[in-house]
């Protein structure tokens, strides 16, 4: 167990709709990253923030968006959803941001897959 | 772009022979980190390499770091069917950015 928590673990919705995935990173981490995961593209990185700013910006769709909270959990919102968008998405975090190797090494959630029908 | 190309992409081998994958790149990385992931769960960290020239243990796993940052590999001893999974490098820019993933090799141990 990584400690870090994402729900749903499963969504399955239609083309068009919206959703919301949430993720709550390990306690004491500041820095979530998102990620998409699917069979023809592997992990990629969609998004990341630290302490509440966004940090770092990936290859995500405009249709995407995310935040963190104060209280460090994030979500990541995905509109008008298309049939290529279904695949797993990942939440990692980290301690921090930068300072040494090892404030990158990411501790990833369990994972929400996405089908979208 | 900082790109992180991992050889092979697929292995399937025998329980109890060694393998050797790849991670290699024409950039030059502060650090590079190694993950297992197994199906329908997210990667799990195994190491993070720093220094040029590093080598880590970990059990039966070897992981090395190349002497000028650029490249690593990740050595398997007497693989064993748990073994079996995804493996992914990751390399932390040169300049502190963001992680760079690699597409993973999959492992198969067959026993």
């Known amino acids: 167990d990584s400690g870090v928590t994402q729900t749903p673990k499963h969504l399955i919705t239609a083309t068009g709709q919206r959703v919301t995935l949430r993720c709550s990173p390990r306690s004491g981490d500041l820095s979530v990253y998102w990620y998409q995961q699917s069979l023809d593209q592997g992990l990629q990185f969609l998004i990341q923030?630290?302490?509440?700013?966004?940090?770092a910006k990936g290859n995500i769709l405009e249709r995407f968006s995310a935040q963190q909270f104060p209280d460090l959990h994030s979500e990541l919102n995905l509109s008008s959803l298309e049939l290529g968008d279904s695949a797993l998405y990942f939440c990692?975090?980290?301690?921090?941001?930068?300072?040494?190797?090892?404030?990158?090494?990411?501790?990833f959630g369990p994972g929400t897959r996405l089908t979208v029908t | 772009t900082q790109l992180l190309e991992q050889s092979p992409q697929f292995l399937s081998i025998q329980e109890g022979e060694n393998l050797t994958v790849y991670c290699n790149s024409s950039s030059v990385f502060s650090s590079l980190q190694w993950y297992r992931q197994e199906p329908g769960e997210g990667p799990v960290l195994l190491v993070t390499?720093?220094?040029?020239?590093e080598v880590k243990k970990l059990k039966r796993l070897t992981f090395q770091f190349g002497d000028a940052r650029k490249d690593s590999s990740l050595h398997i001893t007497a693989a064993q069917t748990g073994d079996t999974g995804l493996y992914l490098c990751a390399g932390e820019g040169e300049y502190g950015n963001k992680l760079v993933f690699g597409a993973g090799t999959i492992l198969r141990v067959k026993s």
């Open positions: 390499v720093v220094t040029g020239g």
């Open positions: 923030y630290y302490n509440g700013e966004e940090r």
């Open positions: 990692a975090s980290s301690p921090r941001t930068s300072g040494s190797p090892f404030s990158y090494e990411q501790y």
